[in-house]
């Protein structure tokens, strides 16, 4: 039992399989990006690089230069590319730092290309095209033209195009539109002799949806951590067993109390006991990452069963239900996201309870909770 009060356990093994799952889906010749922004996906950067960088991955995708510097701190070589846009007075670090740059447009492109200059150096860029999310990227109908101009540009090497689905876990004829669009700007480039070393599109709804926009490299993040986005569109196949959420967060029973019916639980009493009931007061709170929107919604895995949240979750401290767990006792280990006997608690189950998406979940999980690193070398 660990001493800490509440936590994430992270398995490194599972998170090797999923890469290694991921790899076997794309096939040898397709590389992969692992994206690990927001501290890889609230399991720890530099632990979750080091193990990436131990199991193949290719690239690894970043929101910013923090990220990127951190991960260059774990261990060198590995092309990064930054996937948000970059400010003017972030690009004399990035071109310092070797970080490839995210282009969308011509303005862009002169500014990076004149402090690269200035500082001697070659910038790498990936050029992004817009085919329907409506974030970064230029315009289908320009992308050729910024293209050339990138390539005329002294200082800039273009490594990459790209573009990013809006929706390819639901709406499969969004995406063929997106697919399409993109497809004729590779096209397009392509008739005009010029040749772009790495083309991209597929994020992780991507890699299980879209196998025609595979190219020679995949983006996946939440598929890398075990989770399947979820949507209208659901794999066929049995991927929930292949693939194993590398991520478990747990919290501890402090207080087990009987409650007389009638009795107001939490802050704006929100619940009042129909009836005589055993609540266990838990040690995690949306001060955790234990969204407060989950409030009367959730639950969590309690002495092998699902126990529900009870009135508001507040900071610390949660209230559920533990009439029919009748053993439970301070101390017990209870679980927020993971397995617990045959029980298990997906991070899409608690963002559907929390009216959000696993991907806020899991980057939700705060600093003050300890990531324990099971199964693997970590950093
Ligand atoms: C440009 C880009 N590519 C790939 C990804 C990975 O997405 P996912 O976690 O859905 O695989 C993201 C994440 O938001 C992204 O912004």
Request: one cysteine or more.
């Amino acid at each position: 039992m660990t001493h800490y009060r509440c936590w994430a356990e992270v398995d490194l093994g599972a998170l090797r399989e999923n890469l290694a799952w991921i790899r076997h889906r794309v096939g040898p010749d397709v590389k992969i990006m692992t994206v690990v922004k927001a501290d890889a996906y609230g399991h720890g950067l530099k632990q979750i690089a080091a193990l990436l960088m131990q199991s193949g991955t290719d690239v690894f995708g970043v929101a910013n230069l923090a990220e990127a510097r951190a991960i260059r701190g774990v261990g060198r070589g590995w092309p990064i590319l930054m996937l948000g846009a970059c400010l003017p007075d972030e690009v004399e670090t990035a071109v310092k730092d070797g970080v490839a740059l995210t282009l969308s447009s011509a303005a862009e492109a002169e500014w990076c290309a004149k402090i690269a200059a200035a500082l001697g150096k070659t910038l790498d860029v990936h050029v992004k095209v817009d085919t329907g999310m409506g974030r970064l990227g230029v315009a289908p109908a320009q992308a050729l033209e910024l293209v050339q101009r990138v390539r005329a540009l002294p200082h800039l090497s273009l490594q990459g195009l790209y573009t990013h689905y809006s929706s390819a876990e639901d709406d499969a004829e969004f995406s063929a539109r997106q697919r399409e669009k993109f497809r004729e700007v590779v096209a397009r480039v392509a008739a005009a002799g010029i040749h772009v070393p790495l083309i991209h599109a597929n994020n992780s709804a991507g890699v299980l949806h879209e196998p025609e926009s595979r190219y020679n490299l995949v983006r996946p993040g939440l598929l890398v951590y075990g989770v399947v986005p979820p949507g209208k569109r659901q794999p066929a196949s049995n991927l929930h067993e292949l693939l194993r959420p590398a991520l478990a967060l747990k919290c501890r029973v402090s207080l087990v109390k009987e409650i007389s019916k009638g009795t107001p639980l939490s802050y704006g009493h929100t619940f009042i006991a129909p009836r005589k009931m055993r609540v266990a007061t838990l040690t995690a709170g949306y001060g955790d990452g234990f969204l407060r929107a989950g409030s009367g919604r959730a639950s969590m895995l309690v002495g092998g069963r699902r126990c529900a949240v009870l009135g508001r979750i507040t900071m610390d401290q949660t209230l559920v239900d533990v009439s029919r767990a009748k053993e439970v006792k301070t101390g017990d280990e209870a679980v927020l996201i993971g397995r617990q006997g045959r029980e298990e608690i997906t991070a899409a189950e608690l963002a559907e309870w929390c009216g959000t998406i696993p991907w806020e979940v899991l980057t939700a999980i705060t600093y003050r909770v300890p990531r324990v690193y099971l199964g693997g070398h970590a950093a």
